[in-house]
């Protein structure tokens, strides 16, 4: 067992846990329009997902090796625990497993593995992975991340989404009276089953913007606080490498109120109920920002200098070591957290009402 666990240990158990929690979110998100969705298939679903996300941020440890050896990560490839050709093999084998497990599953799952797959290559692998450069991070982070609640409301029921035409379906009357439409063709009655899961609709979307928002905006200054010599060795473009340490803090800060601020705007003016997400949230920005500052503090009085320098700042974090990199790691850890509280919030509220 010591090759799988240590598989799992460089596929980072808290990154899968939160993958977990978002197909789940996406699940529970739909169940006022499916009150009963089988929970064969949505276990199978969540096990695609998993393992799909398992294949590529161990394909990621792979192609990593160099800096995170720079930056001090204790991940079992970076200390040696963990051959790269070893993981190399569990990666293909999961990402193949991932497709198999949607056996039986609504077709449109085997096309949503195979985007997170390719996105996850696309990020990683040569020639021109995508997490050289700030812009392709977030364009893959975003996308699979989008694509993780997606999942969870086509296994729960691709009704629920408005991908089914017949109301009946959703547990709606076909007649099209009770909607005011004129259902006299395929057309009119698939907008009759959307108008009529309207609702669920619009919280789905809401909420999937608002936890994506919190993942690319806020996730990825708080995780390059703590990579930036890995990544400036690597030749990579990322937000920390190009602002330094002390304004992609400052990106991180504006970002966490930013899009608090906008998924606040979102909940009162659409009035979808989201209202324990929302405080969940606003706990989370307090969290970040005072990370953030004891940071930038810590980092500070590490430099030894007047100036308060980037440079200084990162020289400060090289000759620091581990201790550097944990202390500049804060940010990402009150970032986590909060993901995870965002996650489980809709599933307490949604499932034990």
């Known amino acids: 067992m010591r090759v799988p666990l240590l598989c799992v240990a460089e596929a980072r158990p808290g990154v899968l846990a939160v993958s977990a929690l978002r197909y789940l979110a996406g699940v529970a998100l739909v169940l006022p ?7 064969l298939k949505v276990l199978r679903g969540g096990l695609a997902w998993v393992l799909s996300i398992f294949a590529v941020y161990l394909f990621n440890g792979v ?12 991940r079992p490839i970076a200390r040696g625990r963990l051959a790269p050709r070893t993981a190399g093999v569990v990666a293909v084998a999961a990402g193949a497993a991932s497709l198999v497990a949607t056996a039986g599953l609504p077709h449109a799952m085997v096309w949503i593995i195979a985007a997170n797959l390719v996105l996850g290559f696309l990020y990683s692998g040569p020639p021109w992975p995508l997490k050289d450069s700030c812009g392709g991070t977030v364009v893959v982070l975003c996308l699979s991340g989008l694509l993780s609640y997606l999942a969870g409301a086509v296994v729960a029921d691709s009704a629920a989404i408005g991908l089914v035409a017949d109301p009946a379906t959703v547990g709606l009357v076909a007649d099209p009276a009770t909607v005011g439409l004129v259902a006299d063709s395929v057309t009119e009655q698939l907008v009759a089953g959307a108008v009529a899961v309207g609702p669920v609709t619009v919280q789905l979307v809401v909420f999937a913007g608002a936890a994506t928002c919190w993942m690319v905006l806020v996730g990825v200054p708080a995780k390059d606080l703590s990579d ?4 400036a060795a690597a ?3 990322t937000l920390g490498v190009l602002l ?9 800060v504006a970002a966490a109120v930013g899009v608090l601020a906008a998924f606040g705007l979102a909940v009162a003016l ?13 706990v989370g920005v307090v969290a970040v920002v005072l990370a953030g500052r004891m940071t930038g503090t810590q980092a500070g009085s590490e430099a030894g200098s007047g100036t308060g320098s980037d440079a200084g700042t990162l020289a400060a974090g090289k000759r620091t070591g581990s201790a550097g990199r944990g202390v500049r790691r804060r940010p990402y850890r009150a970032f986590m957290l909060t993901q995870h509280l965002l996650h489980i919030t809709p599933l307490l509220t949604n499932i034990w009402p």
């Open 33 to 39: 329009a499916v009150p009963d969705p089988d929970p």
């Open 63 to 74: 192609t990593d090796v160099a800096e995170d050896r720079i930056n001090g990560s204790g």
């Open 228 to 231: 930036i010599p890995g990544d």
């Open 235 to 237: 030749g990579r473009r």
């Open 244 to 252: 330094g340490e002390r304004r992609a803090r400052r990106v991180m």
């Open 270 to 282: 659409l009035r979808v109920p989201l209202t324990a997400v929302l405080a969940v949230m606003a």
